[in-house]
């Protein structure tokens, strides 16, 4: 683990203004190396937690980043470079959260015209009987946390911004289906996915449910609640039931936090296993959703030592400063379940992926944490 007992929360510069002008320092000639060009869901999160970045530290850089890279990526006509709607893909709606901001800031039809590009593609998503979406096309049949979070906010914006009151019913579909599948009634934690074929060897051949709780699944989850949610109008007649859902989730993500350093396991329902280990962006994602839920006032109880705890944990153990920068450390490179080597959802596989220091995957979740315990903090001052 690394150790770094010299730095503090309350420094110089805000943590959340340190995090974005290391990914600004990254650039080359404008453009950051790893997300120009490409249409993506780590790409799509960066510029978004830099969007945020922007507003909340009133630091226009940051935006002028964003705008830089969606403009290259939309043709006039709305057309999405690098995308294709007819691969029903989860993942690629989650850029579209990023159009919204570009529609906003320069009237430009082009970025509404995308926005009906991924709505499009949602409308058309292949589905399980009960009406949830497939993650992807080439997985029939399967649900998994990961796609709420890259769809639900996004359709949830689209339905507030546009007036399209059935968005928000379907993005309550979604985020209710999935919890009721993936649940685990022991432990609350939810599963990384759920196979209504029952087809997957990485499936429980009675549940659906895949076998572990991996934490970055968690965390997509938990991100995808909040983050829907504050578009919710308040009379929509599911809202409670997701705030509940969302709440009672909320208390089974404290209790499997790890009390030595407040932050949270790569595969959280074997704490202590050997092997196993604090991963960074599961961490930095649950530390967001709570902090935020608190912020709005959707956790009615949960103590806000819990996400305090976290927040530090995450300092101390998986953060370093130099001269770069800010570095973030021990996160998961990727995981996932099936594809064509194949991912049999097994304890030893999560834990046998690679883990690197300072990908985006963690870094723009970092930004995302650091900005919502930043504005925690400001509220209760």
């Not at 399967?142 to 639900?152: A, E, N, T, V």
């Not at 153990?317 to 021990?330: A, F």
Request: aromatic share 10%; with cysteine; hydrophobic share 40%.
């Amino acid at each position: 683990m690394v150790e770094n007992s010299a730095r503090t929360v309350t420094t110089e510069r805000r943590m959340s203004v340190k995090i974005a002008d290391t990914l600004l320092s990254e650039c080359q000639d404008g453009n950051h190396p790893k997300i120009a060009g490409k249409w993506g869901y780590v790409g799509g999160m960066t510029l978004m937690a830099l969007e945020r970045a922007a507003a909340w530290n009133r630091e226009p850089k940051y935006a002028d980043l964003v705008h830089h890279h969606m403009d290259a990526l939309i043709d006039n006509d709305g057309t999405i470079r690098t995308y294709r709607l007819e691969d029903y893909n989860l993942d690629m709606i989650n850029e579209g959260k990023n159009l919204f901001s570009q529609w906003r800031r320069s009237g430009d039809d082009k970025y509404y015209q995308a926005i009906l590009h991924l709505v499009a593609q949602l409308r058309g998503q292949p589905r399980t009987s009960e009406g949830g979406f497939w993650h992807k096309k080439i997985y029939p049949f399967q649900m998994w946390l990961d796609g709420i979070y890259m769809s639900s906010p996004f359709l949830a914006e689209y339905a507030s911004t546009f007036d399209h009151p059935d968005s928000f019913d379907e993005v309550a579909r979604q985020i209710l289906l999935i919890e009721r599948k993936t649940r685990n009634p022991r432990t609350g934690l939810l599963h990384h996915a759920w196979d209504e074929s029952r087809e997957q060897r990485w499936c429980n051949q009675n549940t659906g449910q895949s076998f572990h709780v991996w934490g970055r699944a968690m965390g997509w989850y938990a991100m995808a609640v909040v983050d829907a949610l504050e578009h919710f109008p308040v009379d929509h007649p599911q809202r409670g039931q997701i705030m509940g859902i969302f709440e009672r989730m909320a208390y089974a993500i404290a209790h499997a936090q790890d009390q030595d350093s407040g932050i949270w396991y790569q595969v959280m329902d074997q704490n202590g296993m050997k092997g196993n280990y604090l991963e960074a962006s599961a961490s930095c994602m649950l530390t967001y959703a709570l902090a935020k839920g608190l912020r709005l006032h959707y956790l009615a109880e949960l103590d806000r030592k819990v996400v305090e705890y976290a927040y530090a944990g995450i300092l101390k153990r998986l953060v370093t400063e130099d001269e770069k920068g800010v570095h973030l450390h021990q996160i998961c490179h990727g995981a996932g379940l099936g594809g064509k080597k194949y991912r049999d959802g097994s304890y030893e596989y999560y834990i046998s992926e690679e883990v690197v220091s300072d990908v985006q995957m963690g870094v723009a979740t970092f930004l995302l944490a650091s900005i919502e315990m930043e504005r925690l903090g400001a509220d209760e001052a």
